[in-house]
C-alpha cells in the first residue's frame, strides 16, 4: 500500500467532500423542482463518483496500479479516437503498433527512464509507423492516415503519459509526493473547465471562435483564467514543489492550455460531425470529451514543474 502524504490525503478528503456537495445539491434541485428534469446532471455526477473513486483507490494502493491505471485510460482513448476518424483497412496493422507503443511507453515511466520517455513516441515510433505503411504497399491516402495515427498516439498516449510521469518525480514536497502533483494537475484542468463554463453562462457575451465552438467566450476565459490563477496560486506550494509565484505561472498556463486542447477536439469533432467523442461515460460522452483540456495542460504542466523544480 502507498502511504500517502498527508496533503495529498486531504485534498483527496475535499475532492470528496465537494462532490458529495453537489450530489446533496442535485438531489435538494430535483425535490424542489419535481417539474424539472435533472437527469443529466445526475448522470454526470454519478459519473464523477465512478471516476474520482477508481483514481483514488489506485493512488492510494501503490504507484504501480496508477500507472496501470493511466495505460488502460491511454488505450481507451486511442481506441476510441480510432473508432471516429476514417483509417484505411490496410492500417489495421499499423494501429496495432500504435496500442503496442502504450504499454512501452508506460514501462519508460515505471522504470523511471526519462530519455527514452521523453523521446519513445515522438522519435521512434514517429519514424517506425509510416516505415510500416510503407511495408504494406499501399500508397493512396498514405499522408492522412500517417497524420492520423501519430497525432492519435502524441495526444492519448504520449501526453496523457506525462501525468503517470509526475508519479516518479522524486519528492521534492515531502508532504504531498507524486499524489499531490497528479490531483494537482488533474483537478485544476478540470476546475478550469468549469470555471469557464460558468463563467460564460453568467457573463459571456463575446463569442471567441463562434464556428468551432459557439459557447466559449472571452468573459468566459478570463474568468476561469482568473479562477484558475488564483487557487493555484494557493494550492500550488501545498500540493507541489512550486512556491506561489511559480504556482501562479503555472495557473494560467494550465487555463490557457486546457482552453486550446478543448477548442482543438471540439474542431476534431465538428470536422467529423459528431457532438461527442463516445458514449463511454454517461452524462459526459466519450473518454476524449474528458480528456481534451488534459491532453494538452499535462506535458505543459510537467515540463514547466520540472524545469523549475527538477
Not at 446533496?24 to 446532471?41: A, F, G
Not at 502504450?102 to 517506425?128: A, D, E, K, N, T
Amino acid at each position: 500500500m502507498l502511504n500517502l502524504p498527508s496533503h495529498a490525503g486531504y485534498a483527496m478528503g475535499w475532492v470528496l467532500s465537494l462532490l458529495g456537495l453537489a450530489s446533496i445539491v442535485s438531489y435538494l434541485l430535483q425535490y424542489r423542482h419535481p417539474e424539472r428534469d435533472y437527469t443529466e446532471l445526475k448522470k454526470r455526477i454519478s459519473s464523477w463518483w465512478w471516476m474520482i473513486g477508481i483514481l483514488f483507490i489506485c493512488l492510494a494502493i501503490s504507484t504501480t496500479t496508477a500507472l496501470i491505471l493511466f495505460a488502460f485510460i491511454s488505450f481507451l482513448a486511442l481506441k476510441e479516437f480510432f473508432s471516429i476518424v476514417p483509417l484505411r483497412l490496410h492500417d489495421r496493422r499499423v494501429v496495432f503498433l500504435a496500442y503496442l507503443a502504450i504499454p512501452l511507453q508506460y514501462y519508460w515511466v515505471g522504470i523511471g527512464w526519462y530519455g527514452m520517455f521523453i523521446i519513445f513516441i515522438p522519435v521512434y515510433v514517429f519514424l517506425l509507423l509510416p516505415m510500416r505503411m510503407v511495408l504494406i504497399g499501399e500508397t493512396k491516402g498514405f499522408i492522412q492516415s500517417a497524420g492520423i495515427i501519430h497525432w492519435a498516439s502524441m495526444l492519448t498516449v504520449y501526453c496523457i503519459s506525462h501525468v503517470a510521469y509526475l508519479l516518479i518525480l522524486p519528492v521534492k514536497n515531502p508532504q504531498a509526493g507524486g499524489v499531490g502533483l497528479v490531483i494537482f494537475i488533474l483537478f485544476m484542468t478540470e476546475l478550469n473547465d468549469i470555471s469557464q463554463y460558468i463563467a460564460g453562462k453568467l457573463f459571456g457575451k463575446h463569442k471567441i471562435i463562434p464556428k468551432v465552438s459557439p459557447n466559449k467566450t472571452w468573459e468566459g476565459f478570463i474568468g476561469g483564467l482568473l479562477t484558475i490563477s488564483l487557487l493555484s496560486t494557493l494550492v500550488a506550494p501545498w500540493l507541489t514543489p512550486l512556491n506561489a509565484w511559480q504556482g501562479l505561472g503555472a495557473g494560467v498556463l494550465i487555463s490557457c492550455a486546457g482552453f486550446i486542447g478543448d477548442v482543438v477536439i471540439s474542431s476534431v469533432k465538428r470536422d467529423l460531425a459528431i457532438k461527442d467523442s463516445g458514449t463511454l461515460i454517461p452524462g459526459h460522452g466519450g473518454i476524449l470529451d474528458r480528456l481534451d483540456s488534459l491532453m494538452y495542460t499535462a506535458p505543459l504542466f510537467f515540463h514547466y514543474c520540472y524545469y523549475l523544480a527538477y
